[in-house]
């Protein structure tokens, strides 16, 4: 079987997809609470400045790692 | 070299290759734009477009063209112009058979399969490098979707769990955005890669054919018409491949939408950059797939997965049939019977296709009773959309048997239409759904 799957490749590819495509999703999802889950508002609807820049900077890192992987599929690096 | 020694079989591959882009692009629509438009992200119009657009610019982004086709899976020198053709055309038809019944399935492998069988006919089995047929199609073609469902579950798991408590309406309208980019950036690979591809195959068609000289790089006009197929392929919109994708697997709701297309995304830019072959049609599915296992609650139709599981080991070796036959007819009678043939037996299947059309104002339909009333309701609940829930009240002819309310009178039901002579469909129209449209 070994001669044939490459399990180095194979283990690089499950262990960094469960870091960026479960972990970004999950960022997303935590900058989406911080802007709109329980609490975000207080009895004015106003949200807090820190939940706020919670939100904006889940949103920066998920933006980086979609304006990394254009340059990637652009450098045809994959 | 410098003069076309058959210059007719030569546009004919060139031509052949161009159709197979189309295919190309319309039958992976789905890979990028299903989890959208299933979950309602995007209008399916909008999304083809935007699908569309990308595979252009993706085409465009890297031309790093390597003129090999199945490289490590067949012995390189034995790729001859009507082998390309017998490929082609092997691949061309596979994916529109796969088209018709609404199973994704992987072009690359199909294109693979055709070469495999057309160089079997030329050449006979030494032509082929059976160890790197297995390392890298048949065996990804196994464990892709399991990468793919594991990444993808785990991330619906964790998004799901992160969301909790926050109001649905907030999580649909933000999530929204997310899957547009993450189906984008799918669109975009799947452009560089794929069209890349055609454009290998033409340039080396070009290259054999004796038009071009061997080092030549890619001319312009084929990385103009390439992309464009594709980009025509994938605006076309192969909506029954996406419909099985979006809505036949499972009911998808924005959050695993996104789960879905992130793990797609992904696993096929890390999978390449790895150098793991993995098919995104396969990544797809399994993304999909995942994020069904991974939310609680939502159902999975495994009986639809395990019929696209068959299709997938199915691909190979059909495709490299006709691609054989192909070849055959090549040798006896020329590349016009072939290209003619393939012309009949396309329009054939457009035309079969037509009884059941499936386009993007049905694509999002609730999928085929089997669920019955409460399938009904669920979609409706999922679109938030109270209309759906109104049983369809066509093709009924008994007054008594309108709305079926439990399972077990539904089943009866069935029974007795089928005891009294009436087609199956109308028995599972009776039993909810909202629009029979689907694949058998």
């Known amino acids: ?78 | 070299m410098g003069v076309v020694t058959d210059p007719v079989l030569l546009v004919i591959v060139v031509a052949t290759a161009l159709a197979f882009d189309f295919t190309n692009g319309f039958h992976d629509t789905g890979n990028a734009m299903a989890a959208s438009i299933a979950t309602r992200a995007m209008t399916p119009k909008k999304a083809v477009l935007l699908s569309a657009t990308l595979n252009m610019v993706g085409a465009f982004l890297s031309l790093a063209v390597a003129a090999t086709i199945a490289k490590g899976i067949v012995d390189s020198g034995v790729v001859t112009l009507p082998v390309l053709l017998g490929g082609l055309v092997g691949g061309i038809v596979w994916n529109l058979v796969t088209w018709l019944f609404g199973l994704p399935s992987s072009s690359s492998h199909a294109l693979v399969g055709g070469v495999v069988g057309a160089v079997l006919a030329a050449a006979g089995a030494s032509g082929v490098l059976w160890a790197g047929l297995i390392a890298k199609v048949l065996l990804p073609a196994l464990i892709g979707p399991l990468v793919a469902m594991f990444v993808s579950s785990m991330g619906t798991r964790l998004v799901v769990r992160s969301t909790k408590g926050v109001p649905q309406r907030s999580i649909d309208r933000n999530f929204r955005w997310g899957q547009i980019g993450s189906a984008s950036l799918v669109s975009l690979a799947h452009g560089t890669n794929d069209a890349q591809k055609s454009m290998g195959i033409i340039l080396l068609a070009l290259i054999a054919g004796g038009a071009v000289p061997e080092d030549s790089t890619v001319p312009l006009w084929v990385i103009f018409s390439c992309a464009l197929a594709m980009a025509l392929g994938t605006y076309t919109g192969g909506w029954r491949v996406i419909r099985t994708l979006g809505k036949g697997l499972v009911e998808l709701e924005s959050r695993q939408g996104l789960s879905a297309d992130a793990s797609t995304a992904t696993v096929i830019l890390l999978s390449s950059h790895f150098g793991f072959p993995l098919s995104t049609t396969h990544v797809a599915t399994g993304s999909v797939l995942g994020s069904g296992v991974g939310k609680k609650g939502a159902s999975v139709r495994w009986h639809i997965a395990g019929r696209m599981f068959v299709a997938w080991l199915v691909t190979v070796p059909a495709a490299g049939l006709v691609g054989a036959a192909c070849y055959g007819l090549n040798q006896i009678s020329g590349p016009y019977v072939v290209f003619g043939l393939l012309l009949v037996v396309a329009g054939g299947i457009v035309a079969w296709s037509r009884r059941k059309p499936v386009n993007h104002k049905n694509v999002n339909d609730a999928w085929k009773a089997g669920g019955g009333a409460e399938s009904a309701i669920a979609e409706s609940l999922i679109d938030h959309d109270p209309s759906l829930m109104v049983l369809p009240k066509k093709k009924k002819k008994r007054k008594k048997e309108k709305k079926p309310k439990h399972k077990k009178q539904k089943k009866n039901r069935k029974k007795h239409a089928k005891h009294s002579g009436d087609d199956v469909d109308r028995a599972e129209a009776t039993a909810g759904e909202v629009n029979s449209v689907g694949i058998r």
């Open chain 1, 1 to 78: 079987m070994s001669e044939y799957v490459e399990w180095g490749s194979l283990l690089e590819v499950l262990v960094f997809g469960l870091l960026i495509g479960a972990g970004l999703p999950t960022l997303f999802a935590l900058g989406v609470r911080a802007l709109a889950g329980p609490g975000s508002r207080d009895d004015d609807g106003h949200r807090s400045p820190v939940r706020v820049a919670v939100a904006m900077a889940c949103f920066a890192v998920v933006i980086g790692a979609i304006v990394t992987a254009i340059v990637i599929i652009g450098r045809g690096g994959h």
